[in-house]
């Protein structure tokens, strides 16, 4: 699996981690499928709250300790990397024990919302030892570019989770069995990391400086805060329909609220390559030359991420009973919802807000997003029902989406005109919306199964997009060689 990092360029090694985590998302798309055809809903919605607690958990205890390996390793000498990635490691154990006294709570609260526990916190407390202090592995590898190892890592950790969670489901084990299950992938994950560690890392580890950690915890707090609060707003939805709904409503709801992962992705993965041209153009007081590749990466993400948003929600309800059954159809509603949130992921606004040294902003974005979706949650969720927790969301989104603007013209001295591109944005929408038009009224008329019409309605949808947008000039010839170069992860030829 080694590497010639020479010959691992910028973009390849984005190339290489977006495809990893597409198969991370597919694996994990697949052990959904599985289990919704194989569990209850009553022992599906449970497990399912499990994995939420755990996630969650896992969240905060990070505290943004794994991101800060790529800031310190082009930092500390190449002899004491081993040392720091220790320390790493050895802070995160020390974080699982907090993290284990959350779980040990949720064991009294979660029966009070109709989830019964039955002791299984403590599966999941030795799990959070086994893998909290292993998350930073990736990074790690990525960092001194091996990024296939790292791809390899997720790959097999993620496959190895799908077999704990499922293998135990097809065999009719009850639930518990499931949660010890996952007992393996995480002593696999243990053992992967600490092998791939030692073979990337030979010999003794040169000491660190004094105060080392008093020094990752000052740059990685403000951040993994603000990453935090990105994850809790994922989840917190959850657990207002957790608290407030049947455990049956919670499972449909679980099946619908979330977003097609790999389109925020695509927004990430351009702004990473783009990035040190972000800050060389800041610090050099370039500024119109940073608003031309701002503008400029969003136009190019928009053509991929708005026809895609559109067709997700044309074909909602084929989507959700293809994979899930046509027991979990009323999930098409939330996954609706939470679909039209993609609409601002054209951009990686984090991206641009550390290149102009807004990093303050992207915290006080994250205050203000968790705190206007659980301002709005309870309410909608007692007005709205299913629909009242993602409406909160798609709403909370909307508000930071306007401070973070807000901000960042400010910063640059620009009016929220030119912070922007509003202009081609609405143009490539309306061409993805019109799109959409003549297939939705073919498919009021024709009738068949949930999967034909999946398909037919993709490739026409994508097929019409296709043509208008090219004909209209919103797709060009150069644009066409960007998709091809990026799906195939290939330098295009201008």
């Not at 609706?336 to 807004?358: D, M, N, P």
């Not at 994250?366 to 409406?391: D, E, Q, R």
């Amino acid at each position: 699996m080694a590497e010639n990092p020479s010959k691992t360029g910028l973009s390849r090694k984005a190339g290489i981690i977006v495809f990893s985590r597409a198969v991370m998302v597919l694996v994990q798309m697949a052990s959904m499928m599985v289990l919704t055809r194989i569990l209850t809903k009553e022992d599906f919605g449970l497990l399912t709250f499990l994995l939420l607690l755990y996630s969650s958990v896992i969240t905060l205890a990070q505290l943004g300790l794994p991101e800060s390996v790529f800031y310190f390793f082009e930092r500390v000498p190449k002899e004491s990397r081993k040392s720091f990635a220790l320390l790493t490691g050895r802070t995160l154990f020390y974080f699982a024990a907090a993290a284990s006294l959350i779980l040990i709570a949720f064991n009294f609260i979660a029966p009070l919302w109709g989830f019964e526990m039955n002791g299984l916190a403590f599966p999941l407390i030795l799990l959070v030892f086994l893998e909290l202090p292993m998350v930073p592995m990736p990074n790690i590898l990525i960092a001194i570019d091996r990024a296939k190892q790292a791809a390899w890592l997720n790959i097999a950790a993620s496959s190895i989770q799908f077999a704990a969670l499922t293998v135990p489901a097809l065999l009719q084990q009850p639930v518990g069995t499931i949660v010890w299950a996952l007992l393996g992938y995480g002593l696999f994950r243990c053992g992967l990391s600490a092998f791939l560690f030692l073979k990337n890392f030979p010999g003794k580890a040169a000491p660190l400086p004094e105060g080392m950690m008093r020094e990752q915890l000052r740059y990685s707090v403000p951040l993994g805060i603000a990453q935090i609060l990105w994850g809790l707003n994922r989840q917190i939805d959850k657990y207002v329909v957790a608290a407030f709904l049947p455990v049956t409503v919670y499972a449909v709801y679980v099946v619908g609220s979330w977003e097609i992962p790999i389109v925020p992705t695509i927004a990430y993965s351009v702004a990473s390559v783009m990035m040190p041209s972000f800050v060389g153009y800041f610090l050099n007081d370039e500024k119109d030359q940073l608003l031309s590749l701002w503008f400029r990466a969003i136009e190019k993400v928009a053509i991929v991420v708005l026809p895609l948003t559109i067709l997700f929600l044309l074909v909602a309800e084929e989507f959700i009973v293809v994979l899930f059954s046509e027991a979990y159809i009323d999930a098409a509603l939330p996954f609706r919802i939470y679909t039209l949130i993609l609409l601002h992921r054209v951009a990686a606004y984090s991206s641009l807000l550390k290149a102009i040294g807004e990093t303050r902003t992207i915290t006080y974005s994250a205050i203000l997003l968790i705190v206007t979706n659980f301002i709005l949650s309870i309410p909608l969720v007692m007005v709205m029902g299913i629909a009242g927790p993602p409406t909160a969301t798609l709403l909370a989104n909307v508000v930071s989406w306007l401070y973070v603007l807000t901000r960042i013209k400010d910063r640059l001295g620009i009016s929220f005109r030119e912070v922007f591109p509003f202009r081609s944005y609405a143009r490539t929408l309306a061409v993805a919306g019109l799109s959409a038009v003549p297939v939705y009224f073919i498919a009021s008329i024709l009738h068949s199964s949930y999967a034909i019409t999946l398909t037919w309605k993709a490739v026409m949808y994508l097929a019409i997009y296709a043509g208008m947008a090219t004909l209209v000039r919103v797709v060009q010839g150069e644009d066409w060689r960007y998709l091809l170069s990026f799906f195939t992860m290939k330098s295009a030829k201008n």
